[in-house]
């Protein structure tokens, strides 16, 4: 029983939460093997970010510590425009970290480019990408993320953080947001 999409009964569920959680453990599990015995940052990207962000650490082990940025591309509804500007940068030095960006979807690859850049000049001992889902059909800037969750298709997704107008984020499950609940 879904109970967190019974609001919305127009919302058609991708990912349950338990297939969530299944892979979310398995990224982690990548993770702590690839940074055996060292510290990292995770640098959630705000807000889509937080929920996977706080799942993902969990189940990590591994000494880690947070911080978070916030970026926004301009346009509004479900359309990215290109132009990314940044809302929040982060708290603490990156120099000589092991620093995993943590993203909710790779959509154009726009965002997660700035956001390569930005952070490279910070010179880190290392720098990864952590996503959610890769809509890798979508992309426009050829970026990689080292760890992806799901690959999906060109719809657009609400839950487990992620918004369509800042709603939907409280939802435990995946679920993709029809287009006649998008009024850009
Ligand atoms: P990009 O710069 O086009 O890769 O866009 C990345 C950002 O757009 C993501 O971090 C999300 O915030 C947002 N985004 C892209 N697709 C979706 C979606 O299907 N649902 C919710 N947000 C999305």
Do not use: W
Request: charge should be neutral; hydrophobic fraction near 45%; include cysteine.
């Amino acid at each position: 029983m879904h109970s967190g999409t019974a609001v919305t009964p127009q919302l058609r569920v991708l990912f349950t939460r338990d297939q969530i959680a299944r892979r979310v453990t398995e990224m982690a599990d990548d993770i702590t093997r690839d940074f055996a015995g060292q510290s990292i940052i995770f640098v959630g990207v705000l807000k889509g970010a937080s929920i996977f962000l706080g799942d993902l650490a969990r189940q990590v082990k591994l000494d880690a510590t947070f911080d978070f940025i916030s970026v926004a591309s301009y346009g509004a509804g479900t359309k990215t425009s290109g132009e990314v500007r940044m809302n929040k940068d982060v708290d603490s030095s990156m120099a000589d970290k092991n620093v995993i960006i943590v993203e909710d979807i790779l959509d154009t690859g726009l965002t997660m480019g700035f956001l390569r850049k930005l952070f490279l000049a910070h010179q880190p001992r290392s720098l990864k990408v952590a996503v959610l889902l890769d809509k890798a059909c979508r992309r426009i800037e050829p970026v990689k993320a080292d760890y992806v969750g799901f690959v999906i298709p060109d719809e657009f997704v609400v839950g487990y953080g992620m918004d369509y107008a800042e709603r939907y984020r409280n939802l435990p499950d995946i679920c993709v947001l029809p287009p006649q609940l998008q009024s850009a």
